[in-house]
């Protein structure tokens, strides 16, 4: 049975328990330092089930920025080493010709420095720098619960109003505050950008010396041809260094206050300077929350060092009522007449969840939980 219902199961019977005794004319609670109304005041903790951040791009992802400011890709740009491609380097290009797709050479390729071409092992290497490798968006939704809880007080009235068995029937109010404080972290956004040297084999072709036909530095072949023919991918080997990675991190700092009035009716029990207690209750809670998002966009070096490529700043405030319902166990100890001391444990379920939009992420807050408390009483 789901607990929301098996609360307001206790309430109902409760309820009913204490319209029966009023119905049969019951006797009044016996004499004991618990007649008359008990006030309490104390301290109070409180803890809510999470705050769940729904799928969502950031600022990064929405406005489509790259750390490397163009978004060029190695596969886009330069291509894999298994498969034909157009091959666009910093310092020339190796295309397809007419040819490559049947034997995966091609004479369509150029050169522009003679330091590229090493002819002791008779390679020609380019290279291609800030081409992004990978990129990962963390488009998924997560639920933050480190942090969902924080302190506060309580205040309540209550007094016995029957007894019914050996019980007494007891009927009242009380008042809680708390602040609760959740900071949900995430990358949202990942990029890391390469610099790339892609070297070929030239142990088949003319040595860089030769003239006929003429492919010294700068060498530019033609679709038509002909021309030196090398392969179309890089076969000699590609090497990857990472020059930097694209992060961007979300910081989310979250107070709620949450001030909670609630009716309660319930059963006690006493033994001399001893009392515990069972009640079920109604609640409403006022809930505002304010929200800060801070989104950090930036280049993370090697070294680890970082440039600040863009900062963006959300603030966001709600209000709302939220109905619920409670279940509370309490015990109690005298120390005088009228002073005594106690502890209390309870369960809140309000009814429904609070939304909060935060830049271009939507939070949802489940206020479930649990809470309690140490107070000092006073019976008049």
Sequence with gaps: MPLRWMLAAAIILTIGLTETTWAQDAEPAKGSFFDGWRLRLGPSYRKIDSVHVHSAPSHVQRLGLHANGTGATIAGQI????????????????????????????????????????????????????????????????????????????????????????????????????????????EAHLENVYTVTDSYDTSAIEPTSSTTPPWTAPYTGTLAGPGPVISNTPDAGRNLVLAYAGRSTVDMNIDIDLVTVAVSAGLEKDWERFRIAALAGLSVTWVHIDTGRREHWFRQMPDGTRQTLRRWRDDSSNSDFIPGALIELRGEYQLTEQWFIGASARWDLPFTDVDVQAGPNELTMNLEGASGSLYAGFSF
Aim: glycine content about 14%; aromatic content about 12%.
């Design 79 to 186: 291509g894999s080493t298994q498969r034909p491609a157009d091959r666009i380097y910093d310092d020339g290009f190796v295309k397809q010709d007419a040819g490559t797709a049947n034997d995966g050479n091609t004479w369509l390729w150029s050169y522009n420095n003679a330091s590229q071409h090493d002819a002791g092992a008779q390679t020609l290497s380019f290279t291609a720098t800030e081409l992004i490798g990978s990129a990962k968006g963390n488009n998924g939704s997560f639920s933050e619960e480190s942090g969902c809880d924080g302190l506060g007080f309580s205040l309540s009235m209550d007094r016995p109003v029957r007894q019914w068995g050996g019980f007494n029937v007891l009927v009242g109010f009380g008042l809680s505050y708390n602040r609760i404080e959740p900071s949900p972290s995430w």
